[in-house]
């Protein structure tokens, strides 16, 4: 059986990884516009990589600026089948102390609708399951991972996606501990709900920055702070990636998901009502339902 290509979403840096091999750029334009930057691919202990920066090189990109559909889109016609997003994130816990990894299973969405969150529209109509939005296999391999490398992890609990690009207030802050998260992010949705519409493995290494504004007994987070971190966090990140593909590579036995087969009773329309050019822009996606 031929190994599935792995697809990493997150900084630029993370594709500097020792051992990545036939690295080359590749440009893309898809039907939901341009993805965020060229595709890096390359291969790692004979896995297929593809890497993409999510706010672009040089960081160009707001969360809500994030064009996640072409980035999805992308990945999918490049062959991905699981995506390990990489994420930078604030701890809502006392126990997840800034520099700790969260491999979350749970999103709360607090996003304000400026966002496309799916490929579904233009003539079809589809319901996807997204009860459980992280796959249990990919992330259970990359919590066995992150602790390979080193790193101190929690695995599971609940990432709460707000807009951006301002941080919380206080009040809002301590409103969500209320609620019983773990981490607070801006860019995990919709990218996880479009990777599971696009029948693709995902889940989250989520590096923990900052406490947030809620915790009395540290400064209240700023960008300096949280970029401090991120760079201390960017060499852990790529030994849990490559620590991941290693066990890919060797075949080491996961959860099984039903994350490949997604799409199986989700359209909703009439075959034939379906316009030809939506068909043939969601072909990558549900071509072997509608062909």
């Not at 391999?141 to 790193?151: H, I, M, N, R, S």
């Not at 990432?159 to 607070?184: H, K, L, M, Q």
């Not at 852990?236 to 998901?257: F, H, N, P, S």
């Given at each position: 059986?031929?190994?599935?290509?792995?697809?990493?979403?997150?900084?630029?840096?993370?594709?500097?990884?020792?051992?990545?091999?036939?690295?080359?750029?590749?440009?893309?334009?898809?039907?939901?516009g341009?993805?965020?930057d060229?595709?890096i691919?390359?291969?790692?202990n004979?896995?297929?990589?593809?890497?993409l920066?999510?706010?672009?090189?040089g960081?160009?990109?707001?969360?809500?600026?994030?064009?996640?559909?072409?980035?999805?889109?992308?990945?999918?016609t490049?062959?991905?089948?699981?995506?390990?997003?990489?994420?930078?994130?604030?701890s809502?816990?006392?126990?997840?102390?800034?520099?700790?990894?969260?491999?979350?299973?749970?999103?709360?969405?607090?996003?304000?609708?400026?966002?496309?969150?799916?490929?579904?529209?233009?003539?079809?109509?589809?319901?996807?399951?997204?009860?459980?939005?992280?796959?249990?296999?990919?992330?259970?391999?990359?919590?066995?991972?992150?602790?390979?490398?080193?790193?101190t992890?929690?695995?599971g609990?609940?990432?709460?996606?707000?807009?951006?690009?301002?941080?919380?207030t206080?009040?809002?802050?301590?409103?969500?501990?209320?609620?019983?998260?773990?981490?607070i992010?801006?860019?995990?949705?919709?990218?996880?709900?479009?990777?599971?519409?696009?029948?693709?493995?995902?889940a989250?290494?989520?590096?923990?920055?900052?406490?947030?504004?809620?915790?009395?007994?540290?400064?209240?987070?700023?960008?300096?702070?949280?970029?401090?971190?991120?760079?201390?966090?960017?060499?852990?990140?790529?030994?849990?990636?490559?620590?991941t593909?290693?066990m890919?590579?060797?075949?080491?036995?996961?959860?099984?998901?039903?994350c490949?087969?997604?799409?199986?009773?989700?359209?909703m329309?009439?075959?034939?009502?379906?316009?030809?050019?939506?068909?043939?822009?969601?072909?990558?996606?549900l071509?072997?339902?509608?062909?």
């Amino acid at each position: 059986m031929s190994q599935p290509v792995v697809g990493v979403i997150g900084g630029s840096g993370l594709y500097e990884i020792e051992g990545l091999a036939d690295v080359k750029e590749v440009r893309l334009k898809t039907p939901f516009g341009d993805p965020s930057d060229a595709y890096i691919t390359g291969t790692l202990n004979g896995v297929q990589m593809v890497f993409l920066p999510r706010h672009g090189r040089g960081h160009r990109l707001l969360p809500s600026e994030v064009n996640y559909r072409a980035n999805i889109y992308g990945m999918k016609t490049l062959g991905v089948k699981q995506i390990i997003s990489v994420s930078a994130v604030g701890s809502m816990k006392e126990e997840i102390v800034p520099g700790h990894i969260v491999i979350p299973d749970q999103f709360f969405d607090r996003t304000q609708g400026k966002r496309a969150s799916t490929f579904f529209g233009d003539g079809v109509v589809g319901h996807v399951q997204f009860a459980d939005p992280i796959c249990p296999g990919l992330s259970q391999q990359v919590a066995a991972a992150a602790k390979t490398a080193g790193a101190t992890v929690h695995k599971g609990g609940t990432y709460i996606c707000i807009e951006g690009p301002n941080f919380s207030t206080r009040a809002e802050s301590n409103i969500y501990r209320s609620w019983g998260v773990d981490i607070i992010g801006m860019t995990n949705i919709p990218e996880a709900r479009l990777a599971r519409e696009a029948e693709i493995c995902y889940a989250t290494v989520a590096l923990a920055t900052d406490y947030d504004c809620w915790h009395e007994g540290h400064d209240d987070v700023s960008v300096e702070a949280v970029i401090a971190v991120i760079q201390q966090n960017v060499a852990m990140a790529r030994k849990i990636i490559k620590e991941t593909v290693d066990m890919i590579a060797a075949g080491q036995q996961t959860v099984a998901c039903s994350c490949p087969e997604a799409l199986k009773y989700a359209v909703m329309t009439d075959r034939s009502l379906i316009p030809a050019e939506t068909r043939a822009a969601l072909q990558p996606l549900l071509g072997k339902y509608l062909d």
